[in-house]
């Protein structure tokens, strides 16, 4: 390596941006930005992506195989860092739901916060993560729908919830696994094997940044997940379904919940633009789509809405022809939903004519209700403690100026 730029002042290294979550084309482009010249580039970011994906490293000093002037520069210009969790729970059964505080983006920015859940089985870790910071699509049953506040996530913030993941379950080499909680482990099995895009927000309204994150997540040289173990869940966002076949080549989860248009336009406003037929023809044509690779419906069981016998029989109707697999979710209540979930009768009932059609397993079994580990409750709950305490404070000041 010939040219190293300037060693730079002190202000500016104290926002110094973060490789870890980059692209490899991110990664590139940090390192011409640092005089690396353009032979060296493809070798150097081949380095950078073992250490930081493979390895987990949060420090320069530790590549070995890069030279010492060159991991002096790295460490000038750029860190490691993830962003901050400003909290962590572990529920009862194991499940673990960190709060996620992304660097601010600009002055008018406090950065934002995200929520991340982590589901173990013994075979398996699931990890949720987030698209968005909240969902401009107010789905009337979703709380994460009316969070004010929204911004797209871009792919390294993505890419950094598994990093974050990760670290906190030991799981690079030279960590140790937490003893608190179940943690998948042992032959071939991974802490976290699978992801699903069932956090914050709206995945296909933010196409290009999910399909740039699932290149990272899924790159062999690196995080090395399965895109057979990474499902996009979306409201039917129509025209990217094909897009994200083609482009990501991962699993489809479809948040149908209605099998009619007047009440799924009130459940799922979106279906107003794209219709349950618009929505069901592109799964029939999602690309990669087999009985091998089925696409998920996930349907929220709402007591007296869309629990009836004769709605199951019309599911299983619609979705004839379709490989699909169905995932019945016990409804999550929040403060101030109008909504109840099902009753445990109403929903085996509903459960057994899926059943009796030939799809196994339907229901979603509740994980981490204790911790509030589910769709922007975490987020939720943590502002509100905020709000509370801020109120406190400005009574105080108001009792002051008395
Ligand atoms: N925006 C995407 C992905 C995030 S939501 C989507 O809508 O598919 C992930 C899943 O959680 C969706 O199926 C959504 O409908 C469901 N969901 C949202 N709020 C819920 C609640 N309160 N109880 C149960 N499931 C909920
Ligand atoms: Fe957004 Fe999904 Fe919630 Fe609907 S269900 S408001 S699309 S996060």
Known sequence: MSTIAQPIPAAAQASRPSLAGLTRAGLADALRGVGVPEREIKMRT???WHWIYFH?????????????????????HFTLARPEVTS????????RKWLIRMPSTGPFDKGAEIECVYIPETDRGTLCVSSQV?????????????????RNLTAQEIVQQLLVARDQLGDFPGLTPPTDGLIPSGEGVRAVSNIVFMGMGEPL???DQVRDAIAVLSDGEGLSLSKRRITVSTSGVVPEIANLGDQAGTMLAISLHAVRDDLRDELVPLNKKYPIKELLDACRNYPGVSNARRITFEYVMLKGVNDSPREAKELVRLLKGIPAKINLIPFNPWP???YECS????????????????????VRTPRGRDILAACGQLKSETEK???RARLMLEEQLALSSD
């Open 205 to 207: 309204y933010n196409f």
């Open 336 to 338: 101030g939903t109008k």
């Open 134 to 150: 909240g969902c401009t699509l107010n789905c009337s049953f979703c709380h994460t729908g009316t969070q004010r506040l929204v």
């Open 343 to 362: 009753d445990w009768e109403t929903i085996e009932t509903f459960s057994d004519i899926v059943f009796n059609a030939g799809y196994a397993s339907p």
């Open 56 to 76: 987990g490293v949060t420090s320069f000093d530790t590549m070995l195989n890069v030279s010492k002037v060159l991991r002096a520069t790295l460490a000038d």
């Open 385 to 387: 403690m905020r709000a």
């Open 88 to 95: 962590a729970q572990v529920s009862k059964d194991g499940t």
């Open 46 to 48: 081949g380095q950078l």
